[in-house]
T-cell receptor, first 114, second 110 residues
């Protein structure tokens, strides 16, 4: 089955620790995205990548880092510099192109900082 | 004006009702428009793309008015399973990312 997987589903972290969230897709999509969603809020873009070995900051990149070494994978690291990391993290992918195409989402990771 | 603005609701309707959601967007250069559905504590799922000519998918109809920078979603004959949050989504000016509204919550009751 084609799709996007994220792991883990739930993640607990102590303050001051870095943590990496996994995102893998087998849809052969060029573009991948990371969003954060807080309760009652819309999705906010953290980072995005339109091609392997290239990525751009979104609206709230501070305290986060990413890599795109493979087309299928776009891991997100939440660093200790992120002041309020507890949130629902969503990864998405889309076919890249001149026109913004629809994005498809993974099931998300709920991160809680203790 | 916020980039993508929606009435948060909640909209509480009985089964079989017709309900309409509206959305306005600020960037006249946006080229792509979508409605997504998000169930509680789940990921958003694409409901439908929105085209200038309007489009229909079963009980769902989406309309786009570029001059007014306004998007709508009409749901006819509401079902209990339609209860969810509906997200209005617009592309950014560069066409490199999507901007999500905060969503409108629909609750359909029997």
């Amino acid at each position: 089955d084609g799709g996007i997987t994220q792991s883990p589903k739930y993640l607990f972290r102590k303050e001051g620790q870095n943590v990496t969230l996994s995102c893998e897709q087998n849809l052969n999509h060029d573009a991948m995205y990371w969003y954060r969603q807080d309760p009652g809020q819309g999705l906010r873009l953290i980072y995005y990548s339109q091609i392997v070995n290239d990525f751009q900051k979104g609206d709230i990149a501070e305290g986060y880092s990413v890599s795109r070494e493979k087309k299928e994978s776009f891991p997100l690291t939440v660093t200790s510099a992120q002041k309020n990391p507890t949130a629902f993290y969503l990864c998405a992918s889309s076919i890249a192109g001149g026109r913004m195409n629809e994005q498809f989402f993974g099931p998300g990771t709920r991160l809680t900082v203790l | 004006r916020k980039e993508v603005e929606q009435d948060p609701g909640p909209f509480n309707v009985p089964e079989g009702a017709t309900v309409a959601f509206n959305c306005t967007y600020s960037n006249s250069a946006s080229q792509s428009f979508f409605w997504y559905r998000q169930d509680c504590r789940k990921e958003p799922k694409l409901l439908m793309s929105v085209y200038s000519s309007g489009n229909e998918d079963g009980r769902f109809t989406a309309q786009l008015n570029r001059a007014s920078q306004y998007i709508s979603l009409l749901i006819r004959d509401s079902k209990l399973s339609d209860s969810a949050t509906y997200l209005c989504v617009v592309s950014n000016q560069a066409g490199t990312a999507l901007i999500f509204g905060k969503g409108t919550t629909l609750s359909v009751s029997s």
